[in-house]
């Protein structure tokens, strides 16, 4: 047997879950932003079905998600040290392997140079040493909002991130592959080009498409006027048609209303996606951003091909503003 990630819709264990500890970073939209956290994690403890465990990153975020979720059954508030709450990227990705389960870390380069903050490089190790699993490293960056997983050795990723030259410069589709298939057991990659406008991960996967069920993809389709992301959205669409997974079965592709625009809090079009559901043991928990038909839509389409969960909507209004949504600051550990 060699190392292979589950699937995101495996069961789990526990859920890692990031809380905003750092007002020097939230600013005004700190309490909006905890606010919405604590929403998730009582979620994801609830009908979720999860072991929610919230990293927190300083004494004063310790307070605040102790006043909020201290008394909440099936939330644990664990102590720790980060930049900030994406723990999706400076977190483990956990695998199974011959010897049983291994967390895999890789190098952390604050997205390219963009943000690096303080700790951010020890996230993988904290949460590996709190879940009792032993940490792999790997020599080369690589974050797990850039790669996609339906359990069998098929991976999902975007060129524009993981080709980047501000990750691992001089890296080829072919080096990429290899390193995943030793890192991550990944037998075959499928390759998407362009991300969404404005994100600051350089074009991460799950914002783009993520694997539903075996051999299943879901991806958007532009909604309302003014969505930048329209040729980015069809590309996707019209690759992942032509595509087939690691057992060779054509891949069908759903696709799912975007949130449309969004305005950014610095102006312009904000990388906001119903993509960054989070797929708990007991449900699928989608982002939303502004009331309306788009979020609705979403959320039946997600409904259609997650009938064996409970899809809830939940607003992530305040968590954009720092870049990312739920996915992005959630870690799943298997069980």
């Known amino acids: 047997m060699t190392v292979l990630v589950p699937a995101e819709w495996a069961r789990h264990h526990a859920m890692w879950l990031g809380f905003p500890s750092h007002a020097e970073l939230w600013e005004e939209n700190l309490p909006a932003a905890q606010a919405e956290v604590a929403a998730l994690a009582r979620a994801l403890a609830g009908p979720g079905a999860e072991r929610v465990r919230l990293l927190t990153g300083s004494a004063a975020g310790e307070a605040d998600a102790r006043r909020l979720l201290g008394e909440v059954a099936g939330v644990e508030i664990?102590?720790?040290r980060f930049g900030d709450i994406w723990l999706r990227d400076t977190g483990p990705i956990f695998a199974k392997g011959p010897d049983g389960d291994t967390a895999r870390g890789f190098r952390f380069n604050g997205w390219g140079g963009s943000y690096e903050l303080e700790h951010d490089d020890e996230v993988a190790g904290q949460i590996a040493a709190a879940s009792s699993v032993p940490l792999t490293e790997h020599d080369f960056i690589l974050e797990g909002g850039a790669v996609d997983h339906d359990g069998i050795g098929t991976v999902l990723t975007t060129g524009q991130c993981v080709l980047n030259p501000n990750r691992n410069p001089g890296w080829t589709e072919a080096a990429a592959e290899?390193?995943?298939a030793q890192a991550l057991g990944a037998r075959k990659v499928l390759w998407l080009g362009e991300g969404l406008a404005n994100d600051h991960t350089d074009g991460h996967v799950d914002n783009l498409?993520?694997?539903?069920a075996p051999g299943v993809v879901v991806c958007p389709v532009a909604f309302g006027r003014g969505d930048v992301n329209v040729?980015?959205?069809?590309?996707?669409?019209?690759r992942l048609a032509g595509m087939t997974d690691a057992e060779g079965r054509p891949l069908?592709?759903?696709?799912v209303p975007s949130p449309g625009w969004i305005e950014s809090h610095e102006g312009g079009a904000a990388p906001a996606s119903h993509m960054n559901f989070i797929i708990a043991n007991g449900a699928v928990i989608m982002p939303t951003y502004k009331p309306g038909r788009a979020a609705d839509f979403a959320l039946e389409a997600l409904k259609s091909v997650f009938p064996d969960r409970e899809v809830i909507g939940l607003p992530s209004n305040a968590i954009l503003t720092g870049g990312g949504s739920f996915h992005c600051i959630t870690q799943q550990e298997p069980a």
């Open 178 to 180: 290899a390193a995943f």
């Open 231 to 238: 040729e980015a959205y069809d590309d996707a669409a019209r």
């Open 209 to 212: 498409a993520r694997f539903v």
């Open 252 to 255: 069908q592709v759903v696709r």
């Open 78 to 80: 664990v102590p720790g």
